[in-house]
Antibody
C-alpha cells in the first residue's frame, strides 16, 4: 500500500526556517518524481515544487523560488522541503504527492498534510 | 507563469443536475491538464488526466473535454457524494498551476 506521511510542521516566527519531511513507503521511491502542494486555510491549492527521480532537477513556484528547497534521500525513501525566510502568507497545509501530473493515468497519491503556521 | 482561470468559483445544484466547470489557460497547454476533487479536511484526488481520460475507479458520470486553452469538467448527474471542491491543474509548463477551485454545494 502506497503511503506518504508528512512531518515537521509547526509554528514558526516570520523570517524563520522549517524543514518538512515526507516518508514514503509501499512503492519504489527512486522511480518517481515527487511534489509539494500547499493550501492556506480556507483557500485553494497551490503547486509549490517538484523534484525528479534522482534529485538532479527541481522546479518551484514563483512565490517560493529562492526561499524553499526541495530535496530527497532515496536511501531513506524521504522527500524534504526546506523552507527559509518564512512569511505569514506561507501559512498553509503542505501536502507531498506522487504522480501529480501524468499522461499514463497512474494513480495519484497524497499525504495527509502538515500544517505550517508563520506568526509572531 | 501560466494562469488558470476556473469558473464558476461556486455553484449550487441539486442531485441529478448536470454540472459544468470550465478552466481557461492563459496560453495553450495541449492536453496537459488534470481535474481533482477535494472534500473538506481531505487531500485532493484526481478524477481526470490529460484533459479527457477518466482515472481508474472514478464513476463514469465524470467526464473531461478540451485541449489547447479551454477545458471542461462535466458531471452528468450530480450525486450526494459529489458535493466537494474541484480544481484543474496544468502540467504543461513549470511552474505548474492550479485553477482557483469550484465549490459545488447542495441547492
Amino acid at each position: 500500500e502506497v503511503q506518504l506521511v508528512e512531518s515537521g510542521g509547526g509554528l514558526v516566527q516570520p523570517g524563520g526556517s522549517l524543514r518538512l519531511s515526507c516518508a514514503a513507503s509501499g512503492f519504489t521511491f527512486n522511480e518517481y518524481w515527487m511534489y509539494w502542494v500547499r493550501q492556506a486555510p480556507g483557500k485553494g491549492l497551490v503547486w509549490v515544487s517538484r523534484i525528479n527521480d534522482d534529485g538532479t532537477a527541481t522546479n518551484y513556484a514563483s512565490s517560493v523560488e529562492g526561499r524553499f528547497t526541495i530535496s530527497r534521500d532515496n536511501a531513506q525513501n524521504t522527500l524534504y522541503l526546506q523552507m527559509n525566510s518564512l512569511r505569514p502568507e506561507d501559512t498553509a497545509v503542505y501536502y507531498c504527492a506522487r504522480n501529480l501530473g501524468t499522461s499514463s493515468g497512474e494513480e495519484d497519491f497524497w499525504g495527509q498534510g502538515a500544517l505550517v503556521t508563520v506568526s509572531s | 507563469d501560466i494562469q488558470m482561470t476556473q469558473s464558476p468559483s461556486s455553484l449550487s445544484a441539486s442531485v441529478g443536475d448536470r454540472v459544468t466547470i470550465t478552466c481557461r489557460a492563459s496560453q495553450g497547454i495541449r492536453s496537459d491538464l488534470g481535474w481533482f476533487q477535494q472534500k473538506p479536511g481531505k487531500a485532493p484526488k484526481r478524477l481526470i488526466y490529460t484533459a479527457s481520460n477518466l482515472q481508474s475507479g472514478v464513476p463514469s458520470r465524470f467526464s473531461g473535454s478540451g485541449s489547447g486553452a479551454e477545458f471542461t469538467l462535466t458531471i452528468s448527474s450530480l450525486q450526494p457524494d459529489d458535493f466537494a471542491t474541484y480544481y484543474c491543474l496544468q502540467h504543461n509548463n513549470y511552474p505548474w498551476t492550479f485553477g482557483q477551485g469550484t465549490k459545488v454545494e447542495i441547492k
